[in-house]
C-alpha cells in the first residue's frame, strides 16, 4: 500500500491536534458519557440529544482533526472530510429533525456487543495505544476518527428497532478505511474497528428492515 505520509508525520499529526486541541478531549468524553446515560435511562428527548451527540462528534472529525490537521499530510484528508460531515448530516436529519433514532437498553446479543465496543473506544483503546508505545500526546484520542467510530457503532447498537439505515452507512465505511491503519502504520488499536464493522452490519442487517433508509 503506497502511503503518501510517513510514520513520524502520522503520529506528529496526532501529537499537534492534542496539544492544540486541549482539553476539548474532556469535554469529549463527556458528551461521549452523557449519550450512555441518555441511552441507559432514556427520555422523551433522549433520542434527539444523542443523535445531536452523534452529529456534532463526527463534525468534530471532519472539521477539528481531517480538515484542520490530517491535510497536511494526506490530500485525501479532504474527502474524508467531506464523508464525515455527510456522517454528521445523516444524524442530524433521521435524529433531530426526523426523530426515527430512539435509544434503550434491550437485552440481547446486539446490547453487549455495543456495550464492549463503548468501553473499547472509551476505556480499553487508550489503555492499549499506551502499552503499545504511543501514549499522550502522540495516540488518537477519543473524538477522532477510529476510536469515535467505535463508540458510534457501540451507541448504535442501542437503537430501537427498526431504524434508519443512513446512520450507519459512514461509520462501517470508515470501520474498513480506518482498519488499514492497523495492518500497515501498527496501530494495534485500530484491530476494534474490525470488531466494530461485524457489529455494525449485524446491527444494519436486523434493525433497519421496516424502515425506509
Request: with cysteine; hydrophobic share 55%.
Amino acid at each position: 500500500m503506497d502511503i503518501p505520509f510517513t510514520l513520524e508525520q502520522f503520529y506528529g499529526v496526532f501529537r499537534d491536534y492534542n496539544e492544540s486541541v486541549w482539553p476539548a478531549q474532556l469535554f469529549l468524553v463527556a458528551i461521549a458519557l452523557a449519550a450512555i446515560t441518555l441511552a441507559l435511562r432514556p427520555r422523551s428527548w433522549s433520542g434527539l440529544a444523542v443523535s445531536a451527540i452523534l452529529g456534532f462528534l463526527w463534525t468534530w472529525i471532519a472539521v477539528a482533526y481531517h480538515f484542520s490537521f490530517f491535510t497536511r499530510i494526506n490530500p485525501a484528508a479532504y474527502v474524508f472530510a467531506g464523508v464525515s460531515m455527510a456522517g454528521a448530516a445523516v444524524f442530524i436529519w433521521q435524529g433531530v429533525i426526523r426523530r426515527r433514532l430512539q435509544f434503550k437498553w434491550l437485552p440481547g446479543m446486539r446490547a453487549y456487543a455495543g456495550v464492549a465496543l463503548m468501553v473499547f473506544a472509551l476505556v480499553v483503546y487508550p489503555i492499549w495505544s499506551a502499552y503499545a508505545g504511543h501514549g499522550y500526546p502522540d495516540t488518537p484520542t477519543f473524538g477522532l476518527p477510529c476510536p469515535t467510530t467505535i463508540f458510534t457503532i457501540g451507541l448504535l447498537a442501542f437503537a430501537v428497532p427498526p431504524i434508519p439505515r443512513s446512520p450507519l452507512v459512514v461509520p462501517v465505511l470508515w470501520c474498513l478505511v480506518g482498519a488499514q491503519a492497523a495492518f500497515f502504520l501498527g496501530m494495534q488499536p485500530d484491530m476494534g474497528l474490525v470488531a466494530a464493522a461485524v457489529v455494525g452490519i449485524f446491527v444494519l442487517v436486523t434493525a433497519s428492515q421496516g424502515q425506509k433508509a
